[in-house]
């Protein structure tokens, strides 16, 4: 302890204090983060569920079900779904019917109210029967009080409270519009409920968690196909997947930062083991063992570790505070308070960062021979090049795996890193040397500057990698956050629909098409659209099919939306197939979107089966097409021939154009169509706007630290040569060489260093824009000729800055003094 605290005060040990420390405040804040976003969708998901679980179909479940649930000790609670017009004798509204029964909600809390904008109340109960609460805006749109009756189908019921909040609300496009609770009792009277009706029948269940995977045990095998079995884990998926998104960039960030703090302990604990080679030996002429002598030192290590990580699990305690602030507005309004795994990670973190990256240098300082005292040239022979970068490597794989929590991404990232890194690491390689012409006939602050790199081009090379492939990160980052939606938007014509309309019923087609052209807007096809489940292909069921995450394995999970037509969209164009014509003798035809046919392997002439308001259809594939879903007009996955859907129960959807000096004509055409749900494209754009800001801000923020990391690199690398800069530098000044000279030669090769790092970051991040916008997100790709200017000469000025604070003892120190030292 004595010993560390003399390195202490030198100064020694600084630069890998600071890489520690980074790496562990990095680990620990997005594990804190991660680990509190977890623990709150996890707790949230049986709210957003109302339940544990859910059994869904669209037809009535079978009673054993809930027999059998009862009979194992689950808590059951029954559940109807479907949208009925509300009406009264001057208005009707669509709305979002739920019947339920006593038990409902089984987790999370039902709030209402006894007026608009009145006290909310959470309650336990339900409407009573002949009793209907409604949510507020459909008393508004009804023009009614509380207390007045409604009418639901043939039943009439009175209302009796406003519902404010339901824990299972559907948060999906076709959820729009206003939400209305009723008692099951009183469903069979509404008459609403035929064969063939668009309802969604559901059972809730609750209880513990062995006894809950026991019923799906026994229940999995019994599901038929149009039975969906939703679980806490499996909802919790489909909720946040913009914090999904931003946990796996700042995922991806922190792995960044936490290699460059793995590279820095690397360099400064060689230089650490380089500099008491002397006092290795003197200690072996006193009497210690090479075993004493290397435990010495690795008790130092030890002990510099455990204080460095203590520092970065308090900083990264308080760094995570600063992402939730960034990320607030996605994030849950209730985080649960910090755990205590995240500690356990960031420790990992740090101990394993030290062990991997500064051991092998150290071992070094065992084999010192006692003759050094006399022989100063006799140095410690290497330890295995296998044992230094196998030991990093595997340091390297755990971290990673520990961010990733998957094992072939990480093997992939590794690997394919280290071949982008060998690539990009020679065309750092050749830049350098591109510049040693030119540099060769400057002045001789220039040749003494760009002698240092062209000394040792392979450790130039490295620090122009590792620093250009920081500044790229933040380039990428900033490019997509300015460009992205300003590209989309500007590449759409300037008429492209900005309003969609929904659930249009079908006898209203021909006045609302005429409305729309009285206001003055341009508008797209009516299509109808009826919910369908795809559940065969070839007789064969759809789920043997389909990887896991996979567009496919989505796509058989939920309805789709199905529609039918007799003409090809003007923005489609068929990739295989024919459409067809008039003659539809051969039975049902379907037309398939192409990712979706390619992720599910449907071909021409496959026959698909359909379970479409519990009825079973087959039709044909003719056709294969591809879809332009970024031009805001009706798109779908399947699309029928005239007459396949005939008879089953639809509503029309389009979207249209108006003018925003014509924007006062909606409230017209809301009036005259109550049923309809009118959804605005601007505000959802300026929704992903701000979701895209707060999580490119959150990067951003971590991406401070990658650069903070980065320069601790800059200043090991500078440390690993100090003394020889030194010893030059004393050589110099003795030959007549100024201070200002000194000075100007260290800030040009820092600042030519961070020139080619700039410079080759411009590259990197324009073909990476590129391949995104060409294969990715299918946009226009433009270079970007500002930052071709910019980013050079920021990045020469930051690590210039940055190398001259580092070398200022070289020009500071008395070259008599080194002189004398180094004898």
């Known amino acids: 302890m004595r010993l560390l605290g003399r390195e202490w005060r030198s100064g020694e040990l600084r630069v890998l204090v600071l890489a520690l420390l980074i790496a562990v405040t990095i680990s620990t804040a997005i594990s804190f983060f991660t680990n509190r976003l977890e623990r709150s969708m996890t707790s949230r998901a049986a709210e957003f569920l109302g339940a544990d679980m859910v059994i869904s179909s669209r037809s009535p479940l079978p009673d054993l079900y809930a027999q059998q649930a009862s009979e194992q000790g689950l808590q059951t609670s029954a559940q109807v779904g479907f949208s009925s017009v509300m009406a009264t004798d001057a208005q009707m509204q669509l709305s979002s019917v739920k019947a339920v029964e006593a038990g409902y909600p089984q987790r999370g809390e039902l709030r209402i109210t006894d007026q608009p904008f009145g006290d909310e109340r959470s309650t336990q109960t339900i409407p009573a029967p002949g009793e209907i609460w409604i949510e507020p805006r459909l008393l508004n749109q009804l023009e009614l009080n509380v207390g007045d009756s409604l009418d639901v189908g043939y039943a009439t019921l009175r209302i009796s409270a406003l519902v404010t909040h339901e824990p299972d609300r559907a948060g999906d496009f076709y959820s729009l519009s206003p939400s209305v609770l009723m008692n099951l009792a009183d469903l069979p009277a509404t008459r609403i409920v035929q064969p063939g009706s668009r309802v969604t029948y559901r059972l809730l269940l609750s209880g513990g968690e062995q006894t809950l995977n026991n019923y799906r045990d026994w229940l999995e095998p019994r599901l038929e196909v149009n039975q969906k079995l939703t679980t806490v884990t499996d909802d919790n998926r489909q909720i946040g997947s913009a914090l999904d998104r931003a946990n796996q960039f700042l995922g991806l960030s922190s792995i960044a930062a936490v290699v460059l703090a793995g590279v820095a302990v690397a360099l400064s604990a060689g230089r650490f083991a380089v500099r008491h080679f002397d006092a290795s030996a003197l200690l072996r002429c006193m009497g210690l063992s090479r075993h004493q002598v290397l435990k010495l030192f690795l008790y130092q290590l030890l002990l510099l570790g455990t204080l460095a990580t203590a520092a970065g699990l308090l900083t990264g305690w308080l760094v995570q505070w600063g992402l939730i602030a960034l990320l607030r507005d996605l994030l849950p309004p209730d985080l649960p308070a910090p755990g205590l795994k995240p500690l356990w990670i960031g420790a990992a973190t740090g101990f394993t960062a030290l062990i991997g990256f500064a051991l092998p240098p150290l071992l070094r300082l065992g084999r010192v021979a006692p003759l050094r005292v006399l022989r100063r040239d006799l140095a410690p022979m290497p330890s295995s090049s296998w044992l230094i970068y196998g030991l990093a490597l595997f340091a390297l794989c755990l971290l990673m795996w520990q961010f990733t929590g998957n094992l072939s991404l990480t093997l992939s990232m590794v690997f394919g890193g280290a071949a982008a890194a060998v690539v990009l690491g020679v065309l750092a390689w050749l830049l350098l040397r591109s510049f040693a012409g030119p540099l060769g006939r400057a002045g001789l602050a220039w040749r003494l500057g760009s002698g240092e790199l062209l000394k040792q081009p392979s450790a ?209 055409l809301t009036r005259a169509f109550p049923a309809m749900t009118l959804l605005e494209v601007e505000p959802i754009l300026e929704q992903i706007r701000s979701i895209l800001a707060q999580v490119t801000l959150a990067v951003e923020y971590v991406l401070v630290f990658v650069l903070l990391a980065g320069l601790t690199v800059l200043f090991a690398a500078l440390q690993a ?39 080759m970051a411009v590259v990197a991040s324009e073909l990476a824009t590129w391949a995104l916008y060409r294969f990715a997100l299918d946009l226009q790709w433009q270079p970007h000729l500002l930052f071709w200017l910019l980013t050079p000469l920021c990045a020469a000025l930051l690590i210039g800055f940055a190398g001259a604070l580092g070398t200022r003892a070289v020009v500071n120190q008395s070259p008599m003094r080194l002189i004398n030292r180094s004898h």
Not at 529 to 557: C, D, F, H, M, Y
Not at 734 to 745: D, E, M, Q, S, V
């Open 460 to 668: 130039a090379a490295t620090q122009i990698l590792a620093f250009g492939l920081i500044f790229m990160s933040m380039l990428v980052v900033v490019i997509l956050r300015t460009e992205l939606l300003t590209t989309w938007q500007d590449q759409l014509p300037p008429d492209s629909p900005n309003h969609f309309a929904l659930n249009i019923l079908p006898d209203e087609a021909e006045a609302f098409a005429a409305q729309l052209e009285s206001i003055g807007a341009s508008s797209a096809p009516l299509y109808p659209v009826t919910p369908g489940r795809l559940v065969s292909i070839n007789e064969q069921p759809v789920r043997e099919q389909v990887t896991k995450e996979s567009q496919g394995e989505r796509a058989i999970n939920r309805d789709l939306s199905l529609t039918w037509s007799a003409d090809l969209a003007a923005d489609n164009t068929l990739r295989e197939g024919q459409w067809w014509g008039e003659q539809t003798a051969e039975g049902p035809l379907v037309s398939v979107e192409a990712d979706l046919a390619d992720s599910l392997g449907i071909k021409l002439g496959d026959a698909l089966g359909f379970v479409i308001a519990g009825q079973t259809l087959e039709a044909r594939v003719s056709s294969i097409r591809k879809v332009e879903w970024d031009n805001f007009t009706p798109n779908f996955y399947m699309v029928f021939s005239p007459g396949s859907l005939d008879n089953l129960p639809a509503s029309l959807l389009t979207s249209f154009y108006l003018p925003t000096s014509e924007r006062d004509s909606l409230r017209q």
């Open 721 to 759: 040569t100090l003394d020889q800069r030194l010893y030059q530098g004393a050589l110099l000044r003795t030959l007549g060489a100024k201070k200002a000279l000194l000075r100007r030669a260290n800030w040009l090769e820092f600042s030519l260093l961070g020139l080619l790092s700039g410079l």
